[in-house]
């Protein structure tokens, strides 16, 4: 059973900084990519940023410069800084990750609002 865990949304006034924190754990023997999407209410899903296994990143154009994804993996966890936040950025943010030999895995989610 793998279980990730997300925390460190919240609110915050535009301009300000958050950082997410999503840890994974139960049987994991390797993690492939590891990544962050976000739905706003009536849109769909879309990736924000991903890391890969070799440290390879992928940052979604709207986020480039303002955001940096890392991994420890060591912890089995990934992490978002996200700075200089915008009102656009408001949603709900999911950890994903992809577990070589068992697929892929999302979190329940945390709340990330930005006031103007």
């Known amino acids: 059973q793998v279980q990730l865990v997300e925390s460190g949304g919240g609110l915050v006034q535009a301009g300000g900084s958050l950082r997410l924190s999503c840890a994974v754990s139960?049987?994991?023997?390797?993690?492939?990519?590891m990544g962050w999407y976000r739905q706003a209410p009536g849109k769909q899903r879309e990736l924000v940023a991903v890391?890969?296994?070799?440290?390879?990143?992928n940052y979604d154009d709207s986020v480039k410069g303002r955001f940096t994804i890392s991994r420890d993996n060591a912890k089995s966890a990934v992490y978002l800084q996200m700075n200089s936040l915008k009102p656009e950025d408001t949603a709900v943010y999911y950890c994903?990750?992809?577990?070589?030999?068992?697929?892929?895995?999302w979190g329940k989610g945390t709340q990330v609002t930005v006031s103007s």
């Open positions: 994903y990750v992809d577990i070589r030999f068992a697929g892929g895995y």
């Open positions: 139960g049987s994991i023997f390797s993690i492939n990519a």
């Open positions: 890391v890969r296994s070799g440290g390879a990143t």
